[in-house]
């Protein structure tokens, strides 16, 4: 099993920036595809971003494409989500997954194996 831990959720001003973070622990970090989801007040969890085990390949959704960039440190066992210019849609729990090998291409929260329990953002217009 891997256990994820998110930290550095907080509250920000519309257009800042914000620095989130995964620790990984127990199992080898570096074997599983890494993923950010978010989920706001109301809707359905949504994918964010991907992170391939090596960190060479990434992918993100639509709506965050060009403003977050998601990094890994393998020897740290870690995983950040940097994202800039946020706009008060950004608001809500994002919550690091997930998914042993090489899985970069699944979009559905259903199809992540481990999840961290979140941390709040919240973005102030």
């Known amino acids: 099993q891997v256990q994820l831990v998110e930290s550095g959720g907080g509250l920000v001003q519309a257009g800042g920036s914000l620095r989130l973070s995964c620790a990984a622990s127990?199992?080898?970090?570096?074997?599983?595809?890494a993923y950010w989801f978010r989920q706001a007040p109301g809707k359905e969890r949504e994918f964010v971003g991907v992170?391939?085990?090596?960190?060479?390949?990434?992918y993100y959704a639509d709506s965050v494409k060009g403003r977050f960039t998601i990094s890994r440190d393998n020897a740290k066992n870690s995983m950040d989500l940097e994202m800039n210019s946020l706009k008060s849609a950004a608001t809500a729990v994002y919550y690091c997954a997930a998914v042993n090998g090489v899985a970069i291409y699944r979009r559905m929260a259903s199809g992540m194996d481990y999840w961290g329990k979140g941390t709040l953002v919240t973005v102030s217009s």
């Open positions: 127990g199992r080898t970090f570096s074997r599983y595809a």
């Open positions: 992170i391939s085990t090596s960190g060479n390949v990434k």
